[in-house]
């Protein structure tokens, strides 16, 4: 930005600035004076005041906080999303939606999505026993769906079975040919008549980042030679007529709209010569697939979409009705099974920033004496001729004098102060660079990266392996940003290191208007007050997926539900592991390991290096220790 001709900061520019209105689908503002607010139909209520009221209530940062309302408000909009469409294209069935319990299965958001859900008769999707239990507890709405995936044995398909008897619609949707003959012995046996689906493979490949899950090297689903065994096995025993459900899914996080509706054209050309087979098809289950725009560029860019909800809907209906009304086939039922889409959005990861390492010259360099190695006389020459026409040459002379000062610090022949001058000068000449590069209109190729080289370490309070393992894995995007101070300017760009002191436990990818930057901007911190960001979007896929790295256990979670007043209720409040949970799951015992420490004490105690008194206060620490939280606790 030219410098000259800067305008006062405004609320608008740190909306534009973080892409508020890009990535969140209407769910998030900012206050007047600075505060990001979480925004629903009737009421906003600023993150701030959540976190007071969670410190109040001990619980200290990292927070997972989930927010009810958005849960809701997310089934709400799939849901009408698809009624809308099914009216206007005038289709003669409805829309069953699922929650495939993977993408969260914590009992709290499967416990939401049963509760909100059953307005709509939304069901959910299963892939094993476990699964399974958790929906079968959870789920009340008689005539809901359950679609069960994965490999199912026995007591898999018993316990589907026993749950039409009690109302459900339970699919199995048959993975592999092994399964039937399981379906439909334990069926005959219990004398329930089974409910079969079957998964095809499709070879619509689409383009995001999990595209293994379709193709012909899919793990999953039928060839169609195993899938014509099925009917003609089915037709044998006479009981094709149990054949309803036809799945396919065609990958998760689909970018592209015209990937999903050549795959769902491929799955109407399934549904259309079963039918013909003589199979009594009643629903299309189109699986997972509706993104979620992290990067908030709505394109079709693996971490984003270039279509809405509507526009998906829309492409469905309009897309299996007009194939089948080709083929006088009888509309079906229209499931999909949307996970990302539905839960991302409510969950957001709340941290303090501890600590910031900067790139900046500690104070002015100390001036010229006599006993200066030529090294640190060079280096300091540069200065000098510092001007806008010799940017580049003055990089590359700091450069090259810096190395110097290091080789000849290694070869004993400069000392430790004499370097730390050397540094700072460096810094403080690279300082000056960039300065001059803003008055420039381009930037020199050879100093495009200087601003990143530059930029600030922030340190977080939380563990990108326990909470946002994704960034780990996959380099997936996620929106971040401060939630206060939105109306002061930015003026530090920083990237983002947790408490694990891992150099892989860094961030330094965010989501930009175009493209991704390095750096993100941020808020120099102040004296005796607590700087948070959040992290947005990570309901879907974290959670389970985290691990233990360096013993950093689960997260506080704290959900709450949003009032018209602006006031907010706290729904539910987990405390995170403490020290002796997490040492527990690899398997140490802390009853012992106290016991232990204790002998230790005493021994010390026996051989006079402590009193008995201060052994108290020894075992004091470390019992509280055990019980605290693994992260970054304030004294309060
Ligand atoms: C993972 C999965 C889903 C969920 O996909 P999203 O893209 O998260 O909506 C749905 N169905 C099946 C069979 C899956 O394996």
Same mark, same amino acid.
């Given at each position: 930005m030219n410098q000259q001709y800067k305008a006062p900061w405004s609320i608008q520019q740190a909306i534009e600035l973080y892409g508020i209105e890009r990535w969140g689908n209407d769910y998030f503002g900012v206050s007047d004076d600075g505060n990001l607010t979480v925004k629903t139909l009737h009421?906003?209520?600023?993150?701030?005041?959540i976190i007071k009221g969670m410190e109040e209530r001990d619980h200290q940062m990292p927070v997972l906080l989930r927010i009810e309302n958005i849960l809701d408000a997310q089934i709400k909009r799939l849901n009408d999303a698809f009624a809308n469409a099914i009216e206007s294209a005038a289709y003669q069935a409805s829309y069953r939606g699922v929650y495939p319990i993977k993408v969260n299965q914590q009992a709290q958001v499967v416990e939401e999505i049963a509760y909100f859900g059953a307005r709509y008769n939304h069901g959910f999707e299963v892939? *094993? /026993? $476990?699964?399974?239990?958790?929906?079968?507890?959870?789920?009340e709405a008689p005539g809901s769906l359950l679609i069960c995936n994965g490999y199912k044995d026995e007591e898999f398909i018993e316990l589907g079975l026993q749950s039409i008897q009690l109302g459900l619609q339970c699919y199995f949707v048959i993975e592999t040919p092994t399964e039937l003959p399981?379906?439909?012995?334990? *069926? /005959? $046996?219990?004398?329930i008549e089974p409910l079969i689906g079957v998964r095809v493979k499709m070879t619509t490949e689409n383009s995001g980042h999990w595209n293994t899950t379709s193709g012909d090297r899919s793990v999953f689903g039928l060839t169609t030679t195993q899938l014509i065994n099925v009917v003609d096995d089915l037709k044998q025993k006479n009981m094709l007529h149990c054949l309803k459900l036809l799945h396919c899914h065609l990958g998760s996080q689909i970018p592209k709209i015209q990937e999903i509706r050549s795959g769902v054209v491929e799955a109407c050309r399934f549904y259309v010569d079963l039918v013909n087979e003589g199979a009594e098809l009643t629903h299309i289950d189109l699986g997972g697939g509706l993104a979620v725009d992290y990067s908030g560029e709505n394109s079709s860019e693996e971490q984003s979409r270039n279509y809405s909800l509507e526009e998906y809907c829309i492409d469905i209906v309009e897309t299996i009705k007009d194939t089948l009304d080709e083929y006088k086939i009888k509309h079906p039922t229209i499931v999909t099974e949307s996970g990302r889409a539905t839960v991302a959005y409510s969950s957001i990861l709340l941290f303090n920033i501890l600590d910031i390492t900067t790139f900046e010259p500690s104070q002015l360099s100390p001036s010229e004496t006599a006993q200066d190695h030529p090294s640190l006389k060079n280096m300091r020459e540069v200065l000098n001729y510092l001007t806008p026409n010799k940017l580049q040459e003055c990089f590359n002379d700091a450069h090259y004098y810096r190395d110097e000062i290091r080789e000849l610090f290694k070869h004993g022949q400069l000392d430790l102060r004499s370097r730390s001058e050397g540094e700072n000068l460096f810094l403080e000449i690279l300082q000056k660079i960039y300065a001059q590069l803003q008055t420039l209109d381009r930037i020199p190729s050879g100093l495009e990266d200087l601003k990143d080289s530059l930029a600030d370490i922030y340190y977080g309070n939380f563990s990108l392996f326990q909470s946002l393992p994704d960034i780990w894995a996959i380099d997936q995007l996620?929106?971040?940003?401060?939630?206060?101070?939105?109306?002061?300017e930015p003026t530090r760009q920083g990237v983002l290191a947790d408490i694990t002191c891992d150099c892989e436990g860094k961030i330094d990818h965010f989501i930009a208007e175009f493209d991704t930057n390095k750096t993100l901007a941020l808020h120099p911190l102040k004296d005796n007050e607590e700087y948070y960001l959040g992290v947005f979007l990570v309901g879907a896929y974290q959670e389970t997926l985290g691990d233990l790295h360096n013993l950093f256990g689960d997260t506080n979670i704290v959900s709450v539900r949003l009032n018209s007043d602006k006031t907010y209720d706290f729904v539910k409040e987990i405390h995170g592991d403490t020290i002796a949970d997490v040492l527990s799951y690899v398997e140490y015992e802390p009853k012992e390991m106290e016991l232990k420490y204790r002998n230790i004490a005493e021994r010390a105690v026996k051989e006079g290096r402590i009193t008995a008194l201060q052994r108290q206060k020894i075992m004091k620490t470390f019992n509280a220790s055990m019980q605290g939280y693994t992260y970054y606790e304030k004294e309060n």
């Open positions: 009421t906003s209520v600023p993150l701030m005041d892939g *094993s /026993k $476990a699964e399974m239990i958790a929906a079968l507890s959870t789920l399981i379906i439909l012995e334990r *069926s /005959k $046996a219990l004398g996620f929106p971040i940003m401060p939630i206060h101070r939105l109306n002061e």
